[in-house]
């Protein structure tokens, strides 16, 4: 809780210019906390007085804590399109507001947005906030972690979920600093512990050796981030009914520091895996760079995308955006075929959601078997020219 020693306070008015919620209006010389006062600390650090005190104790802690529900999610939006982690994390976002009896909201932000968000209500949402301004239509981090920071402090969700992509993990980390809430990023599990609805986030942590659960129990909301492709979308219902909520931006909003010069489409060799099907992934096993030539064979016979461990990318054999695992990209493909890949913890912490896995290798006490659902021992140079024949005859 915020407290004001009066007989200290020299009425300087710092703190309220230091309020970024507009929280601290002077009203006869002193200082008048709000509503919208979100606990950040920004008051007591510029107080040079001390007459501002942020005092904890567990009674207060609890009272502040009510104030907070709702479960939101902040869905990306860019060049006219959703991000397909948005709609994974409205799946995942719809079970833990269910568990705690508390509404599931959508912010979207962008220009154009009007038919997406209506659409996000049919994946879960029973509200979307949605923030239209032409000036939005590029992400600019200042002006998108300026307005989720506003609409955060007013509505005062419990929880904030938000994508580990690239745009995800760039403001979403200054939001989570500007409320003074913790974030946990890319977790893997995200779940309602029963007893006091905390929120319980669980990632990979020391190199993957270990899964780490990761609590906020002090403040609100409990921010995460979820890499793409780890939770599961709902199917859409076009009969599910929500509210659009039409947000309107603030001048100050819109003054971004970025001046975005140039956008361009990454060239057709940056395959996104995780948009694939069918994935054919390399590994050490394949001896040298020019094993790639086998595995792309096979991808053509498949109609399948190529990836890889981080050895062969390491190694120069291929390039990072296809990469697979902890350090890669997380995919969840329906056929997973890993040819000369060991299966360490890091690499398959990036692919054991694949719907089908089918590994090869000549060690049959390979870890990669564990979780494979075929398992073919041998020698990759053997088996994968027979497999191409085999498809390519049952094709015929
Ligand atoms: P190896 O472990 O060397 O395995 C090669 C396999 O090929 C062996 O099982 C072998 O039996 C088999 N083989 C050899 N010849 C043949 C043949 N002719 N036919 C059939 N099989 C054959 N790794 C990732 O993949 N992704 C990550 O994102 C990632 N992040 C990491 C992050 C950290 C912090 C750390 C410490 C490591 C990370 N790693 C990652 C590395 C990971 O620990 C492994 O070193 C890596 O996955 C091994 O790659 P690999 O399976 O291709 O090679």
């Not at 107080?47 to 907070?68: F, H, P, Y």
């Not at 890889?308 to 054999?317: E, I, K, N, P, Q």
Request: charged share 20%.
């Amino acid at each position: 809780m915020l407290k004001l020693n009066k007989e200290i306070c020299i009425g300087c008015g710092i703190c309220e210019e230091q309020c970024a919620f507009a929280a601290i209006e002077m009203v006869d010389g002193l200082p008048v906390i709000g509503e919208s006062c979100t606990l950040c600390g920004a008051c007591v650090d510029a107080c040079d007085s001390g007459a501002l005190v942020m005092e904890i104790s567990g009674d207060n802690l609890k009272t502040d804590l009510s104030s907070w529900s709702g479960v939101w999610v902040y869905c990306e939006f860019r060049k006219s399109a959703l991000a397909a982690v948005s709609l994974e994390l409205l799946g995942i976002g719809r079970k833990l507001a269910d568990k705690r009896g508390v509404k599931l909201a959508a912010v979207l932000i962008g220009d154009g947005i009007q038919k997406t968000a209506a659409e996000l209500i049919g994946y879960g949402a029973d509200t979307v906030y949605a923030v239209e301004h032409p000036q939005l239509g590029n992400f600019a981090e200042d002006s998108y972690a300026a307005i989720v920071t506003r609409l955060i402090s007013e509505h005062r969700p419990e929880i904030v979920l938000a994508g580990a992509t690239a745009i995800g993990r760039s403001f979403i980390p200054g939001v989570a600093t500007t409320l003074n809430a913790g974030l946990t990023a890319d977790c893997t599990s995200l779940e309602i512990r029963d007893e006091d609805g905390a929120l319980l986030q669980t990632r990979p942590a020391f190199g993957g050796n270990i899964m780490a659960t990761i609590e906020c129990p002090r403040s609100r909301p409990q921010m995460a981030t979820v890499r793409p492709k780890v939770m599961k979308a709902n199917e859409y219902d076009p009969a599910r009914q929500g509210d659009i909520v039409t947000v309107t931006t603030q001048p100050e909003e819109l003054q971004s520091r970025i001046k975005v010069v140039e956008s361009v489409v990454a060239s057709q060799g940056n395959v996104n895996i995780q948009e694939s099907d069918i994935l054919i992934s390399g590994g050490r096993g394949l001896d040298s760079e020019k094993g790639f030539e086998l595995i792309r064979k096979l991808a053509e016979t498949l109609g399948a995308d190529v990836s890889a461990s981080r050895a062969v990318v390491d190694a120069g054999w291929i390039p990072y955006p296809h990469q697979v695992g902890q350090t890669g990209k997380t995919v969840a493909p329906k056929l997973y075929v890993a040819c000369g890949i060991s299966g360490a913890v890091q690499h398959v912490a990036g692919m054991q959601s694949a719907e089908a896995i089918v590994a090869i290798n000549r060690d049959k006490n390979a870890p990669i078997f564990d979780i494979a659902d075929f398992g073919i021992v041998g020698d990759l140079n053997e088996i994968i020219p027979k497999l191409i024949t085999r498809i390519e005859e049952q094709r015929k």
